[in-house]
């Protein structure tokens, strides 16, 4: 079996499990307590604290415990909205092609009274600098642009655009799950103001994320009735999951180079084997994207059916399209990129990791180019396509 889905989460790591595992069993105190078995699991939790503020290029204080990505972008966006309203400035800039995180949370707002411009994502999955300068406003309380896309994989211009709000003293966040632990992300070098990340798109635990919060922005409540992490996010911290998230985060960190070269490897073994696969295009720009993330479109054929078969063939990857919301709508990302609704239907998304090897990949590409052969063989749009009663488009 060939794990290519580490994008939608990884495998925890041997040490992150045994730091969680451990510390379950000798620091389970509520670190709120001010007994012994408390104060064990207070400074635990701090020193995981600084271990993950350390990675980022950030303060201890400014780190804040999340159940996870999809929170932390709430918050965020939540505190930079109150506090643009409270100077009278209710319009958020994005893009089309974010986390759903992200844009429920701008439809929320949106119908709160707060206007939400989504500027263009390029053919090549990048978004323009220049077109978010030019797209801010007077009232424009905050810049929202993702690090790396979750599903094309292509990293965004961040520092640029950081730099860019800064100038314009108009708060920046990035969600940036995909990217923390697989690129560099310096939050002070990048002028971002919150960022948002999940552990376990790092070899960490599910359920336990972090939002960093630079100093001097009050940061928003999302859930009320406790004192913990200073006050902005109630509920009795979980100390094991803190712990192996910032065990998984040091890690990836001191593996990231060596990672990222053997990955941007095999990617790129990925992409010209699936190349040559006719009628079939890569999704967004070949340099500037993740090092482990492949996204194809292959016309003629529809993504579930790809998937299911390929997971009959041993590989597990996903696809770009919204199959398991039960929704017939193919990727927002895909569509976001300029991709027509017949093709961003037959999209695959590959996100291979540090254990996938180079006969990993080409197993990969032979059991692909197999599928979309056999499915091709009996689908009525490859059949118009193929006698000229439709054009081709890849």
């Not at 918050?75 to 089309?96: N, P, R, Y």
């Not at 844009?103 to 999955?125: F, M, P, S």
């Not at 295009?281 to 016309?299: I, S, T, W």
Request: aromatic letters at 4%; proline letters at 3%.
């Amino acid at each position: 079996m060939i794990y290519a889905d580490n994008a939608a989460t990884t495998k925890m790591s041997p040490a992150a499990v045994q730091t969680m595992v451990s510390l379950m069993q000798e620091a389970w105190g509520n670190p709120s307590s001010l007994y012994a078995h408390g104060q064990k699991a207070k400074e635990i939790l701090e020193k995981a604290r600084g271990d993950i503020a350390t990675a980022i290029g950030a303060d201890s204080r400014e780190i804040i415990f999340t159940s996870g990505g999809s929170e932390a972008d709430n918050q965020a966006i939540l505190t930079a909205a109150d506090i643009g309203a409270k100077k009278g400035k209710k319009h958020i800039l994005s893009s089309a092609f974010e986390h759903h995180a992200v844009l429920h949370a701008l439809k929320k707002l949106e119908r709160q009274g707060y206007e939400v411009t989504l500027v263009d994502v390029h053919e090549n999955g990048l978004i323009v600098p220049e077109e978010v300068e030019a797209a801010i406003r007077e009232d424009t309380c905050l810049v929202t642009i993702m690090y790396a896309n979750n599903e094309i994989g292509t990293i965004q211009p961040i520092r640029e655009i950081g730099r860019i709000c800064r100038e314009k003293g108009v708060l920046f966040h990035t969600d940036a799950v995909q990217a923390v632990g697989h690129i560099p992300v310096d939050v002070g070098e990048d002028h971002i103001d919150m960022l948002s990340a999940s552990a376990h798109k790092f070899h960490g635990p599910k359920g336990v994320g972090f939002l960093y919060r630079k100093k001097g922005i009050p940061a928003s409540v999302l859930i009320e009735g406790g004192a913990q992490e200073r006050g902005r996010r109630a509920g009795t911290e979980n100390v094991p999951g803190v712990a192996a998230m910032a065990e998984a985060l040091k890690e990836s960190c001191a593996n990231m180079a060596r990672s990222a070269a053997q990955m941007t490897a095999i990617r790129d073994r990925l992409i010209e084997g699936l190349r040559a696969i006719p009628h079939s295009a890569l999704n967004g720009d070949a340099v500037k994207r993740l090092p482990g993330n492949v996204n194809f479109c292959f016309e003629g054929i529809e993504g579930e059916s790809l998937l299911l078969l390929l997971d009959d063939k041993g590989v597990q990857a996903s696809s770009g399209s919204a199959c398991t919301s039960g929704s017939l709508d193919p990727s927002h990302v895909l569509l976001a990129i300029g991709r027509v609704h017949d093709v961003a239907h037959g999209s695959l998304r590959l996100s291979i990791g540090e254990d996938t090897t180079a006969l990993d990949a080409d197993a990969i590409v032979e059991a692909v180019r197999q599928t979309v052969e056999y499915l091709r063989g009996f689908s009525p749009i490859w059949r118009d396509l193929t006698t000229g009663k439709k054009p081709f488009i890849l």
